[in-house]
Structures are given as C-alpha cells and as structure tokens.
C-alpha cells in the first residue's frame, strides 16, 4: 500500500482486532494504549515488538527526541 517492506515498516495500532492481521502477515508493530479498549491491554504488549501510552513516548523512544 505504501511501497514500503515488511522489514521497513512499523505498524501502529490501537485495538488488537485490527493488529492480527498485519502480525499474521509478518509486519512489526508498535501497540498504542487506549483507554476504551480495557482487557486487551496485555494482549497488545505480549504480541507487539513496542507499546506506548502516547505519542511523546513513542517519538522518544523511536527518534530519540
């Protein structure tokens, strides 16, 4: 979709219903807490290779601003 591989691109998403996929697939993913997805929170740390609880932390931690 966006030209990029599997290996270059880092998927973000919020809810684990809609993560599966790119997981089964083979892309990397980094979870985003959502405070209205209660009960998934686990399951999103366990399967993604990062998990932030905002964006700030995510910039941080991936461009280390």
């Not at 591989?5 to 089964?24: C, N, Q, R, S």
């Not at 980094?30 to 405070?35: L, S, Y």
């Not at 997805?37 to 461009?63: P, Q, R, V």
């Given at each position: 979709l966006?030209?990029t ?14 993560l599966?996929?790119a997981?089964?697939?083979?892309f ?5 807490f959502?405070?209205?997805?209660k ?6 740390k366990?399967?993604c290779?990062y998990y932030?609880?905002n964006w ?6 991936l461009l280390?601003?």
């Amino acid at each position: 979709l966006i030209g990029t591989g599997k290996d270059d691109t880092l998927i973000f998403e919020d809810a684990i219903y809609a993560l599966k996929p790119a997981l089964k697939v083979g892309f990397k993913a980094a979870g985003m807490f959502d405070k209205h997805a209660k009960g998934t929170e686990k399951e999103m740390k366990e399967s993604c290779l990062y998990y932030f609880y905002n964006w700030k932390e995510a910039k941080e931690t991936l461009l280390g601003e």
